[in-house]
């Protein structure tokens, strides 16, 4: 059974903090005593190994005890919570006792001449507030919600929504990007009558298309353009690809959006597919872009219509808000929860959204901004300041091609800064994409997907993509919540007791 040090009163008085200090030293004193009880332990270790023998044993005796209360109440008088104690265990609450010491004489801080900041507990609750109005409420006792996107298929199939939501989805993703109303329609439909069956929320998510740069046809060659380091290509915007004349480049391609050739520069690069293949303007203008070959799989990729195109150097002048989404949302605005708004870079994006929102007397619906380019990641401070003048908002790190506008090996630290600025704003995010993705397709998890689904317990919510084995994955995932999240609250590492 754990061993539980009792919380005390929030507000940061004398006696809270003499309680605090009193159960800090008895804590110590713990540890100082096992440390007795195993001392033959410690003088049959080899010599240079003593001192880290004796921090082991210090840390097995603090696991005994199930110190996240205390951990708790440390962080609520802005001392360290001890979650990172394991290197230095005895040092750490030797120090936590000296901080609290220098606390206990400088009494209670005086905010007479501004406003009070926001405190340890109210910074929390109001994320909580904030994740609970947009995202709907979690139950089953998890704090992390799990979102699923709709696959289209599942219009003609009610039960398997049912058992989506049996399952614990609490949030369906309908992506408007694919599909068409009816479809769209049949799906909202199906999800309301699950939830009203299971008794929860579930909330409908509605992501914008926005503008997706894609390939469009290439010339001459129906079935795709095979591509190898060092080849040229020209891409030319879809409408005059029929006027492009015979080449000597590897392949002539279309591009569906012509604002492109208005904007890219030479010694940009280039991404195509999802970042298989790579490549740098060598020549740009309002005709066509000249492109070499620079990273590609060994014995090349077939590149074919409709992949995407990333541009992360170039400052694109396109607004994120399409005549298309303007057309959805009128449906959206009718049967959804909340709107994602995709490739979302600029300030203007964000306002043109909420005035269309508004036009459309939609103030009520949620606003997601999905993060996927460099210069929304740059943008996202500003961009959370705007969307802010709603109540309800939302970041989701959309990781696909945000992995190919930062390099995959800068994601990390991307999504990492993402989830740091967001809970700075107490703004509730959606850890997204690839999550479980060989289990939803597959039926067999990788090692490395595992590990990165239970990162997502930093979130407030984590979104699979469709797949047939995907309600097998939203039970694992599931379970991988509720295994990580008495170890881990946003950045917050937390210190049960050690079951072995």
């Known amino acids: 059974m754990a061993h539980r040090i009792t919380p005390a009163s929030e507000a940061l008085s004398k006696s809270v903090l003499d309680a605090l200090a ?76 000296a901080m609290l010491a220098l606390a206990r004489q400088a009494g209670m801080p005086d905010f007479s001449d501004g406003p009070t900041p926001i405190g340890f507990r109210q910074g929390q609750d109001r994320l909580v507030l904030n994740s609970d109005r947009l995202l709907g409420p979690v139950g089953n006792h998890r704090k992390v919600r799990i979102m699923v996107t709709m696959p289209g298929d599942a219009a003609d199939n009610p039960a398997f929504i049912h058992n989506l939501v049996g399952s614990g989805m609490s949030m369906a993703r309908i ?160 049967h959804a929860d909340l709107v994602a708004m995709s490739f979302v870079n600029r300030v203007s994006d964000v306002e043109d959204l909420m005035q269309a929102l508004d036009q459309a007397h939609a103030s ?40 190919v506008e930062s390099g995959f090996v800068r994601l990390a630290e991307v999504q990492e800064e993402i989830l740091r600025i967001a809970e700075a704003a107490h703004v509730p995010t959606i850890w997204a994409t690839q999550v479980l993705e060989n289990l939803a397709k597959t039926g067999l998890p990788s090692r490395a997907e595992v590990t990165d689904a239970a990162m997502g317990v930093r979130a407030e919510a984590v979104m699979l993509n469709k797949g047939p084995y995907i309600l097998e994955a939203v039970e694992a995932l599931e379970t991988i919540l509720l295994s990580m999240q008495p170890h881990q609250t946003k950045k917050r590492s937390w210190l049960p007791q050690w079951k072995h």
Request: glycine share 8%; charged share 25%; aromatic share 4%.
């Open 175 to 334: 992506n408007c990007a694919h599909d068409d109303p009816q479809t769209w329609e049949a799906l909202v439909g199906h999800i309301l009558a699950a939830r009203e069956a299971h008794g929860v929320s579930c909330r409908i998510c509605m992501d914008l298309g926005g503008p997706k740069i894609r390939t469009g046809s290439i010339l001459n060659q129906e079935d795709g353009a095979r591509l190898e380091r060092g080849d040229w290509v020209l891409l030319v915007p879809e409408a005059n690809l029929q006027n492009a004349l015979p080449t000597d480049y590897a392949a002539v391609i279309g591009c569906t959006v012509p604002e492109v050739f208005s904007d890219a520069r030479a010694g940009e690069p280039i991404w195509f597919d999802d970042g298989t293949l790579g490549g740098q303007i060598e020549a740009a203008d309002r005709d066509g872009l000249r492109i070499k070959i620079t990273q590609a799989p060994p014995g090349g990729r077939k590149l074919r219509s409709e992949k995407g195109i990333n541009l992360p150097g170039t400052a694109l002048h396109l607004a994120a808000l399409t005549a298309q989404d303007r057309h959805d949302l009128d449906f959206i605005t009718r």
């Open 364 to 403: 009520h619906l949620g606003l997601v901004l999905k993060i996927e380019t460099n210069s929304g990641f740059k943008q996202l401070p500003n961009l959370l300041l705007s969307a802010m003048k709603r109540r309800d908002v939302g970041v989701m790190i959309a990781r696909g091609d945000l992995a």
């Open 22 to 97: 009193f159960d800090l030293y008895k804590l110590r004193d713990h540890l100082i005593a096992d440390e007795h009880d195993v001392e033959e332990k410690l003088l049959a270790v080899h010599p240079d190994h003593h001192p880290s023998a004796r921090n082991l044993l210090h840390y097995l005796s603090l696991r005994r005890y199930d110190i996240r209360p205390l951990q708790d109440r440390l962080s609520q008088v802005g001392l360290s919570s001890l979650g990172r104690v394991e290197p230095h265990v005895m040092i750490a609450l030797e120090r936590a006792l």
